[in-house]
C-alpha cells in the first residue's frame, strides 16, 4: 500500500470531519484517519495551529470543526484534483 503524502492525509483528516456534519470527537476522527496515535497528535497540532481546525468543548466533552479556512482548504484541493484529472496527468 502506498504511503499518504502530507497534503492527501491534512485532506483526509478535514473530509471526515466536514463529513461528520463539522463535529466529530477526537478518538473517532482519529480511528478514521488511520493514522496511528503520535502522528495523528502531530497532525492536528498542526491543523489547530494553522486554524484549518478548531476545538469545540462542550458537555460531552471535545469535538473538532472545520474553520472557514479548512473548508477553502479542501475546494482547492477537488480543484487540483480536477485539474490533474482533466490532463490526465
Do not use: C, W
Request: aromatic letters at 8%; a positive charge; zero cysteines.
Amino acid at each position: 500500500m502506498a504511503k499518504r503524502e502530507k497534503l492527501e492525509v491534512v485532506k483526509d483528516i478535514l473530509k471526515i470531519i466536514q463529513d461528520n456534519h463539522n463535529s466529530i470527537k477526537p478518538t473517532p476522527l482519529l480511528r478514521k484517519s488511520n493514522l496511528s496515535t503520535k502522528r495523528f497528535s502531530i497532525y492536528m497540532k498542526e491543523l489547530l495551529e494553522k486554524e484549518f481546525v478548531k476545538e469545540m468543548k462542550g458537555i460531552d466533552g471535545k469535538h473538532f470543526s472545520l474553520t472557514i479556512k479548512g473548508h477553502r482548504y479542501l475546494e482547492k484541493y477537488q480543484s487540483i484534483v480536477n485539474f490533474i484529472d482533466e490532463f490526465e496527468l
